[in-house]
């Protein structure tokens, strides 16, 4: 069974620009959440999606938006980027409410 | 407010020893659920144990097992005969009621040949 497969692996931006990055989750997972992990403030629920429905978001800027399809693949969108925006973003699935989420591999997001 | 707290930021720890990695928790929901995960230098992941607050048994994964002490609100995890891939950064978390899930700030495990 293929795991959660984020891409890109890397990725490089100058300040301003927008981002998106992919989530494809677990075969038959509905929940697919994102993190930013940074060294100073370690890991940072930013949203949850389930069913296509944005069912959680954390305390991120407006900047931060993401979806979700109806193969619940999802995707995370950054615009106008910062600096601080410079992190490991985090996706994870699982089948549901109180089941453990399983993590991709990240993508580092570099911003110049 | 809600929060997980690790104390230990590093370890050092020789290898086939058994470690203890320490988590305390903060919460007022009667319902919640306790995660760690392991992050190699490599960046990505690993689920290792779960422990619902109901439980009645420690949780236990091969090498893993969880020490659950609901009234003093900790969930240190125990390696049993540390290896050398081991070594990585350990994440407690703690799935809340509205199914938030929030991570401590990590413990770099270094196992020593």
């Known amino acids: 069974k293929a795991g959660v497969t984020q891409t890109p692996r890397y990725l490089i931006k100058t300040r301003g620009q927008q981002v998106t990055l992919s989530c494809s989750p677990i075969?038959?997972?509905?929940?697919v959440s994102w993190y930013q992990q940074t060294p100073g403030q370690g890991l940072q629920f930013l949203f949850e999606?389930?069913?296509?429905?944005?069912?959680n978001k954390g305390n991120f800027p407006g900047r931060f938006s993401g979806r979700q399809f109806s193969n619940s693949r999802s995707e995370m969108n950054v615009s106008t980027l910062e600096l601080g925006d410079s992190a490991l973003y985090l996706c994870?699935?699982?089948?549901?409410?109180?089941?453990?989420?399983?993590f991709g591999d990240g993508t580092r997001l570099s911003i110049l | 407010a809600q929060k997980i707290t690790q104390t230990q930021p590093g370890m050092f720890v020789q290898e086939k020893e058994a470690v203890t990695l320490d988590c305390t928790y903060d919460?007022?929901?009667?319902?919640?659920?306790l995660f760690w995960y392991k992050q190699p230098s490599s960046g990505e992941m690993i689920f290792l144990i779960y422990q619902g607050s109901y439980d009645q048994q420690n949780a236990t994964e091969g090498r893993y097992s969880l020490n659950f002490q609901k009234a003093r609100k900790s969930a240190n995890l125990v390696i049993s005969a540390s290896q050398l891939g081991d070594s990585a950064m350990y994440f407690c978390a703690m799935r809340r009621r509205d199914d938030k899930i929030i991570f401590g700030k990590g413990t770099r495990l270094h196992i020593l040949p």
């Open positions: 919460t007022s929901d009667p319902s919640y659920g």
């Open positions: 994870a699935s699982s089948l549901g409410q109180g089941q453990p989420q399983h």
């Open positions: 075969s038959g997972h509905r929940s």
């Open positions: 999606y389930f069913s296509e429905t944005q069912r």
